[in-house]
C-alpha cells in the first residue's frame, strides 16, 4: 500500500494501535504454566472487542487468532496444548484488519529466570530492527535495510534467517513488495517511495541460516538449529524517514 491521504494514516495508525496493545496485553499476561492456547484466547478476545479480525485467520486460515512461537519454534507456531515454562523464549505476533486496514507486529519475550544470552539476544534483535527502521526513508533503496542489519548482525557475531523477509502490507497482509530482505542482498533494485507500507522484521539468530517447515505445516524451525529472535513493526516511509504505526496507546 501507498498512503497518500491522511485518512489511510489514520486507518492505518488505528489498526496498528490495537495489534501493539493486544501484543503487549498478552505478552503481561504470560506466565509460567499457562498454554500457548490460553494466551491466544487473550489475544482473541482483544481483538474482537477492538472489532478487528485477525489477520492469518481471515487470509490463510491459520488455525489460531495470533501466532505464539516458543523455543525451538521461530516463527508461525499454532496456540494449543503447549505449557509455557521458566526460561522460554516466547515470539508473539499480531496481525489484524479494521476497515480495510492491516498491520502486523511482533516481539521475543523472555519468562523469567532468564540467562545473559538471552537477554543480550533480545535486546540485539530489537537494535537489528530499529536499524532497518533507521533505513526507511523515500528514494532509499529497499536493499539498505537487509544490508544495514547485515553489517550490524555481522559486527555482533550473529546470523540471519535468510527466507523471513518483511513485506508489504496495509490493504492486505502480504502485498506488494512481497518480500523484502532483511539480510544483505545485491541484485535488488527496488526504491523505497514517499507512503509506502511495510514490515521490518528480522530475525537475528546465534547461528541458525534458514527456516524450515514443520510436520504441523505452519510451524517454522531454524536451520541449523540455535535460538532466533523476531522484532517487527509496521511503518510508512517519508521524505524524512519511517513513521511507526505498530504503537500502544
Excluded at 495470533?66 to 508473539?92: F, M, Q, W, Y
Excluded at 535468510?162 to 526504491?191: K, M
Amino acid at each position: 500500500m501507498t498512503i497518500t491521504r491522511q485518512d489511510e494514516l489514520d486507518g492505518l495508525k488505528h489498526i496498528g494501535r490495537i495489534v501493539a496493545n493486544t501484543m503487549q496485553a498478552m505478552a503481561r499476561a504470560m506466565e509460567p504454566g499457562m498454554t500457548t492456547g490460553e494466551l491466544d484466547e487473550i489475544g482473541r478476545d482483544l481483538l474482537e472487542r477492538e472489532g478487528a479480525v485477525s489477520a492469518p485467520q481471515s487470509t490463510y486460515g491459520f488455525p489460531g487468532a495470533t501466532c505464539i512461537s516458543v523455543n525451538e519454534e521461530i516463527a508461525h507456531g499454532i496456540p494449543g496444548d503447549r505449557v509455557i515454562a521458566k526460561g522460554d523464549l516466547v515470539n508473539i505476533d499480531v496481525s489484524a484488519s479494521k476497515d480495510g486496514y492491516f498491520a502486523d507486529t511482533g516481539a521475543t519475550f523472555r519468562i523469567a529466570p532468564t540467562r545473559p544470552s538471552q537477554d543480550r539476544l533480545c535486546r540485539d534483535g530489537r537494535r537489528a530492527m530499529q536499524i532497518g527502521i533507521g533505513q526507511v526513508r523515500h528514494g532509499r533503496p529497499l536493499s539498505s535495510i537487509g544490508n544495514a542489519i547485515g553489517r550490524f548482525a555481522a559486527e555482533q557475531g550473529y546470523t540471519l534467517i535468510r527466507n523471513l523477509a518483511s513485506h508489504g502490507v496495509g490493504r492486505s497482509l502480504h502485498e506488494y513488495p512481497e518480500e523484502i530482505a532483511t539480510w544483505p542482498t545485491r541484485d535488488d533494485r527496488r526504491q523505497i517511495n514517499k507512503g509506502l507500507v511495510i514490515t521490518v522484521e528480522p530475525f537475528l539468530s546465534t547461528g541458525g541460516l534458514w527456516a524450515s517447515d514443520g510436520p504441523d505445516g505452519w510451524t517454522l524451525y531454524s536451520e541449523p538449529r540455535a535460538p532466533v529472535v523476531q522484532y517487527e513493526h509496521t511503518v510508512v516511509a517519508t521524505e524524512r524517514g519511517a513513521i511507526v504505526v505498530t504503537l500502544p496507546g
